[in-house]
């Protein structure tokens, strides 16, 4: 199985920012792909930063784009979020999520991180 740690997150005022990271063990040989979602109180979840190395691509919310950028370490096994230009409505937890290769959706998840961005 396979088993998603989040850390990094935590009280900024807007304009600061954040490194948030999600480390990776069990059954993590060659993930289809991670990604970073969010969830405000009251909002639907939502896709923030993924990488999908079955597809080969980067994906990205338009509200961070140029805000937010998502790195790992395979030797690590290990997936981050820079989080810079902090906006109170990014305030949410936020989850780090795995999808094996050849699954239809991401059925790995952390337990979340929280981010509080105050005015």
């Known amino acids: 199985q396979v088993q998603l740690v989040e850390s990094g997150g935590g009280l900024v005022q807007a304009g600061g920012s954040l490194r948030l990271t999600c480390a990776a063990s069990?059954?993590?040989?060659?993930?289809?792909?991670m990604g970073w979602f969010r969830q405000a109180p009251g909002k639907e979840r939502e896709l923030v930063y993924a990488?999908?190395?079955?597809?080969?691509?980067?994906s990205s919310a338009d509200s961070v784009k140029g805000r937010f950028t998502i790195s790992w370490d395979n030797a690590k096994n290990t997936v981050y979020l820079r989080m810079n230009s902090l906006k109170p409505e990014d305030t949410a937890v936020y989850y780090c999520?795995?999808?094996?290769?050849?699954?239809?959706?991401?059925?790995?998840w952390g337990q979340g991180t929280q981010v509080t961005v105050s005015s």
């Open positions: 999520a795995l999808r094996q290769v050849g699954a239809a959706q991401y059925e790995y």
């Open positions: 069990g059954r993590t040989f060659s993930p289809g792909g």
């Open positions: 990488i999908n190395w079955q597809e080969g691509s980067l």
